[in-house]
């Protein structure tokens, strides 16, 4: 088993620490090799993902990532930016599911900004498609147009064997867990989702026991807020799944608590947590480290195919949460604030009991 652990920029480093320490506990060290990307890549290499960083992330049968990005990069020619490296990476990885569960932690209900009856128990999976859409769709630029004006454009576009690939892991994942899907597009404006949709529906003729439905993302992101109970698995777009796990990511409270995972077509995955890197709280011990450990619960569980391990993690979660322990971000009154270094020796010390 390797695993190729890339801690990026901001908080990266010492979230990162927080889940490796969860790996170490499982007799995982050996199978650790790190490598830089993002800033940390430009910074030693002049390449927000170096050709050595990816070799490694090529062998590797997973990739524990932290986040990338700093402000000080953003005047870099845009090819150079950290966020370009992780673009780089799940395309050349062929990352093209992207899994991000919204789990409430009962611990945590106050910390949502809806009321507790919205988003008691509430568990959903967004699954966002990675590599395709307007975020790599050729062409794009700025040019300038014929009334002498800057012009930006991008271009929206999937293929049906790039729809067909998203909508088997979806309809796969929805199988295993209540057996609804709801499929999220555009297909009232957009000619691309419209396509979309139409190979939604025909490979959901392989799956008939998964109960299928369509929502236009705007009503998706209002019902997101209305009535999360009512999803399950959400399927979705790129650009559609950034926003809407963004904001069902919300529904629990911090940011800070969400794991993710990106998959290509045998397993072999990216986990990472869904924030970024923060660089607000960088270096203060402030960070909240059980996204990041919730990832490698995630990676036990789709890449190593054990569902064990995945709930021991997940309980030692749920534990340290019981027992009052918070960082910043899900502080309440009451509970027991502690800094990221503490709190990932908490969960270890749950993992041990
Ligand atoms: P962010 O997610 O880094 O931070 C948003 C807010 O949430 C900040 O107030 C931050 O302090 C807080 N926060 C985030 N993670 C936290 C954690 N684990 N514990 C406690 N608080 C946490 O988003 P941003 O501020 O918009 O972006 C900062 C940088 O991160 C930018 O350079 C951006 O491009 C990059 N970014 C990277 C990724 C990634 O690596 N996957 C994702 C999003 C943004």
Sequence with gaps: MKIAVLPGDGIGPEIVKQAVKVLKFFDLEKSLDYAAIGGAGYEEFKDPLPKSTLELALKAD????????????????????????????????????????????????????????????????????????????????????????????????????????????????????????????????????????????????????????????????????????????????????????????????????????????NNKGMYEPSHGSAPDIAGQDKANPLATILSVAMMFKYTFNDQDKFNLIENAVRGVLNRGFRTEDIYSNGTNLIGCEEMGDKVIERLEV
């Design 62 to 265: 997973a990739i524990l990532l932290g986040a990338v990005g700093d402000w000080k990069y953003d005047k870099l020619p845009r090819d150079m930016r950290p966020e370009r490296g992780l673009l780089r990476i799940r395309q050349s990885l062929n990352l093209f599911a992207n899994l991000r569960p919204a789990i409430m932690f009962s611990e945590l209900i106050h910390a949502s900004s809806l009321k507790a009856e919205v988003v008691s128990d509430l568990d959903i999976l967004i699954i966002r498609e990675l590599t395709g859409d307007i975020y790599f769709g050729e062409p794009r630029g700025i040019v300038t147009n014929k009334k002498n004006e800057r012009e930006g454009f991008n271009t929206m576009r999937y293929s049906e064997s790039e729809i067909k690939r998203i909508a088997h892991v979806a309809f796969r994942t929805a199988l295993k867990r209540s057996k609804k899907l709801c499929s999220v597009d555009k297909a009232n404006v957009l000619e691309s989702t419209e396509l979309w949709r139409e190979i939604i529906i025909q490979t959901g003729k392989e799956y008939p026991e998964v109960e299928l439905s369509h929502m236009y993302v705007d009503n998706a992101a209002m019902q997101l807020v209305k009535n999360p109970k009512q999803f399950d698995v959400i399927v979705t777009g790129n650009i559609f799944g950034d926003i809407l796990s963004d904001q069902a990511s919300m529904l629990t409270g911090s940011i800070g608590m969400l794991p993710s995972a990106s998959l290509d077509a």
